[in-house]
């Protein structure tokens, strides 16, 4: 398929929308410029944000002119949580995240060309406004009974909201105001959740007497186990190598459930049509061989990561399991991959095999460890161990500093040796 919103509809991404029609028959008369936003409530964008990134990046791909919008005003104020009031960051903590999340974004679109990419920051409108300002030219528009009718105010009002919060849809709503007036944005986008806030500033720049523009939400990423998406046992999967390791984010989506690898691939995947419905007959016939998950894994730690991070990566991930040389791989990677893993560590002499398994929890016991040596199913740096009460050399170190420990074929740990 060549037409842009059939591909979006194809590959689930489109689940709220204003009038689908209008809005394709905008795109067929040529490019427009859109605009999707992200606030900084961390100082790394994470997986979860890849849905509207990438989508962003199909835009411009076929065509159009991305505004990528960060919230220094609205990343200070905190869109309401059903739960409870946000934790409101300190002014120099955001302008902080704004930096960082700026430079994250830009490896995914590009700068130059008809259709070149801009970066804008909604305090330099919202700022120079007075209180007064705000209320006379945007509050005057939207009726307090609509912005009741919003689901997450509605199950914060028992609790309380803030006004704080409870403006944040005003704030968001002159965003797209602002862009429409200064870049003739016609398009926003976010993710399902978003809705209410989006549809605010659809009729909030019509009853300015501006437009037409046109939105859309992207469905809410589930994972089926119930699990949410997004997380592992360390927490959330960042975009910042310093904060999740490409190796673990490799693994994220290495480990992606059969049950929802498909559907992660139309979601994230830039491979066509044909080449993802081919995997996903194979992820049918051949669940065992998770060519779904090595495609997507690949794929999204290269865009993110580049590719040479992610060959690192791939071979470490293979040279784990006995696939490869531990030898060759670099040391952060190596160290990433063992902390992952779970790393046992060490001060001073190594003690004997069986003790190091313990330790490291691939056993239960000395005699559990003992068992798994005379059975031919346990290793130290790929080969296999043949006495229980042997010693590591000092040199097998690998990097002079870590050993990683394998019982059977998946089951494996790291031991780093600290001076």
């Known amino acids: 398929m060549t ?56 835009w ?40 960082r999340i700026r430079d994250q974004l830009a ?3 590009t700068y130059t060309g008809d259709n070149a990419a801009t970066l804008v ?53 002159n965003d797209y105001f602002e862009l429409h007036r200064r870049y003739g944005c016609a398009l926003q986008f976010g993710g399902s959740d978003q809705w209410g806030n989006i549809t605010a500033g659809v009729d909030y720049i019509r009853r300015r007497g501006a437009g037409p523009v046109h939105a859309f939400t992207t469905p809410l990423v589930t994972k089926s186990d119930g699990t949410k998406f997004g997380k592992s046992e360390g927490g959330a999967i960042w975009l910042d190598p310093e904060m999740t ?28 049509h044909e080449e993802l419905l081919a995997l996903e007959k194979e992820i049918a016939e051949r669940p065992a061989a998770r060519a779904g ?7 999204l730690t290269t865009l993110v990561h580049g590719p040479e991070v992610t060959d690192d990566v791939i071979a ?8 490869g040389s531990l030898d060759s ?29 313990r330790d490291a929890g691939l056993v239960g016991s000395l005699n559990e460890a003992r068992r798994a040596i005379a059975e031919g199913g346990a290793y130290v740096n790929n080969e296999r161990v043949t006495d229980a009460e042997a010693t590591v050399p000092a040199d097998a170190l690998l990097h002079g500093r870590y050993l990683v420990l394998r019982r059977g074929k998946r089951t494996f740990a790291g031991v780093e040796v600290e001076a």
Request: proline share 6%.
């Open 3 to 58: 037409d842009l919103i059939d591909d979006l509809q194809w590959r689930g991404l489109i689940q709220d929308s204003t009038d689908l029609d209008e809005l394709r028959a905008r795109v067929a008369a040529g490019p427009m410029t859109y605009y999707v936003g992200f606030d900084p409530t961390a100082a790394s964008l994470h997986v979860g944000h890849l849905m509207q990134v990438l989508t962003a990046r199909r």
């Open 60 to 99: 411009q791909l076929a065509g159009h002119r991305p505004l990528l919008l960060v919230g220094g005003a609205t990343g200070q104020i905190g869109d309401p949580k059903e739960s409870s009031e946000r934790t409101l960051n300190p002014p120099e903590v955001v302008a902080g995240w704004v930096e």
């Open 107 to 109: 490896p995914f679109v």
């Open 121 to 173: 920051n909604n305090l330099d409108w919202t700022s120079p406004m007075s209180v007064v300002e705000f209320l006379r030219d945007v509050g005057k528009h939207f009726p307090v009974n609509r912005m009741l009718a919003r689901e997450v105010v509605k199950a914060r009002l028992e609790t309380g909201i803030s006004f704080t919060e409870f403006s944040y849809q005003l704030l968001q709503a």
């Open 245 to 272: 390791s490409p190796y673990a984010f490799y693994q994220f989506w290495f480990n992606t459930d059969d049950r929802d690898i498909a559907r992660y691939l139309r979601y994230f995947s830039f491979k066509p």
């Open 293 to 299: 998950q090595r495609a997507l894994a690949a794929e």
């Open 316 to 323: 470490a991930s293979q040279a784990l399991f006995g696939r």
């Open 329 to 357: 791989l670099m040391p952060a990677t190596l160290q990433a991959a063992l902390v992952e893993a779970g790393m046992h560590r060490v001060r001073g002499e190594l003690p004997p095999v069986a003790a190091l398994l």
